[in-house]
């Protein structure tokens, strides 16, 4: 449920709507923009009369919800969702290029691989999975986002605890998971206080076996239409296959995915993991000026 506010709404009449909630033990939620002023109910809204608000004065209507998620939908946050990064920012009108190999082999290969990828254009802050909860501490430092990986994403024990933290998230699409899943995950990081979530769309599980998954390109526009956090794609684990990962890349960008994350290699043929669907460094180069002319026509920045 969500209050709508006059952009102009007299501070006491926001204060009787919180104070309101909080007394129905359910949570606030406030979400402020140039041209709106919302505050969701977040918590069982089954019985909460609708009407007790209308007769506070600054209150211009209530909207009921009928998603299951709250704090992921765009209903409660109307505006994009940008996510910083060290003195990066994923969401918006630019779009993030996250690329490097699938493991880190040797302490030369991973520094190769990340001279490469950012002279082609690519962020260096570091993505890390994270497979277990007790591991967190690990992360803390040295780790610039936390990724919780396809097989997880139900997976409630770990997404509780980097709920906890306030690192960025980045939260892999189950391999037969819905987009009403993806953002129920979410959903259940943002409750316990970190909103720092970008979304990734990497493939799902069909009946077609020429790629290693099948990429759902429709899902980018869907989740964007539903939510405010930003997504990418992994079209490297989407394929499975090297030469399908810059035609899809640029589809993915087309249909306005906030960024892509490539398996980037210096030696594929001889990788530990994933070499069949890893590019080198010169053809990820190739995909990034071809998706930068994509961007520059979408007025985006890379």
Request: glycine share 6%; proline share 4%; hydrophobic share 40%.
């Amino acid at each position: 449920m969500i209050v709508v506010m006059n952009t102009d709404a007299d501070p006491d009449d926001v204060q009787a709507v919180k104070s309101k909630i909080l007394d129905m033990k359910l949570e606030v939620y406030e979400s402020i923009g140039l041209n709106y002023h919302l505050i969701g109910i977040v918590g069982d809204t089954s019985k909460v009369d609708a009407e007790s608000f209308t007769g506070i004065q600054s209150v211009k209507k209530v909207i009921h919800v009928q998603e299951p998620y709250k704090k992921a939908s765009r209903l409660f946050h109307p505006e994009d969702s940008v996510i910083s990064v060290g003195d990066k920012t994923i969401g918006a009108n630019k779009l993030a290029i996250i690329a490097g190999p699938c493991s880190v082999e040797s302490r030369e290969q991973i520094i190769h691989v990340a001279e490469k990828v950012r002279e082609a254009g690519a962020g260096l802050p570091i993505v890390v999975e994270l497979m277990s909860a007790d591991k967190l501490d690990l992360y803390e430092q040295d780790v610039d986002i936390i990724q919780i990986g396809a097989r997880n994403m139900q997976n409630f024990e770990l997404l509780k605890a980097v709920g906890q933290t306030r690192k960025p998230i980045l939260l892999k699409r189950g391999l037969s998971a819905t987009i009403e899943e993806l953002l129920m995950a979410a959903e259940y990081i943002m409750a316990g206080g970190n909103e720092n979530i970008i979304l990734c769309e990497r493939g799902i599980r069909t009946f077609e076996n020429y790629t290693r998954n099948t990429l759902d390109l429709s899902a980018i526009p869907a989740i964007k239409k539903s939510s405010h956090l930003p997504v990418i794609v992994d079209p490297s684990h989407a394929s499975g296959i090297w030469w399908m990962v810059e035609p899809l890349a640029k589809a993915a960008v087309a249909v306005g995915a906030d960024g892509i994350m490539v398996e980037v290699h210096n030696d594929p043929a001889n990788a530990l993991c994933d070499g069949s669907q890893s590019i080198k460094p010169e053809k990820f180069k190739h995909l990034v000026e071809s998706i930068r002319e994509i961007a520059r026509i979408q007025n985006r920045e890379i």
